[in-house]
């Protein structure tokens, strides 16, 4: 059973960057699918960025792509979402989920919430204008 601890959110100014941590108590994280939601009130949790940890396959959605990065370190079991050029629009909670995967299953897998069992925490970022 994979646990998930989320850290690094905060508040930033319009432009700054955060760089968010999702590490990962499982002795199979080189199986692992890992997408990083966001929701912010009011609205649907959404898929912003997700990875497969065999093989480091990435997408993420058209509303980051070019300004959020997500990584892993496996020495870590630590997923990384490097999320710079922040917009007042990023502001939400953002939350970690992961499963265990052989393959990189798809986009349209990945960014749907329902296909994931665990979560983390969830961690606050604000964006000011």
């Known amino acids: 059973q994979v646990q998930l601890m989320e850290s690094g959110g905060g508040s930033v100014q319009a432009g700054g960057s955060l760089r968010l941590s999702c590490a990962a108590s499982t002795d199979s994280f080189r199986r692992l699918c890992v997408t990083w939601f966001r929701q912010a009130p009011g609205k649907e949790r959404e898929g912003v960025a997700s990875l497969y940890t065999g093989d480091r396959s990435t997408d993420y959605a058209a509303s980051v792509k070019g300004r959020f990065i997500i990584s892993q370190d496996n020495a870590e079991n630590t997923v990384y979402l490097q999320m710079n050029s922040l917009k007042p629009e990023d502001t939400a909670k953002y939350y970690c989920?992961?499963?265990?995967?052989?393959?990189?299953?798809?986009?349209?897998?990945?960014?749907?919430?329902?296909?994931?069992?665990?979560w983390g925490q969830g961690t606050q970022v604000t964006v000011s204008s």
């Open positions: 989920a992961a499963g265990g995967c052989r393959s990189w299953p798809g986009s349209r897998w990945m960014f749907r919430p329902t296909n994931f069992q665990t």
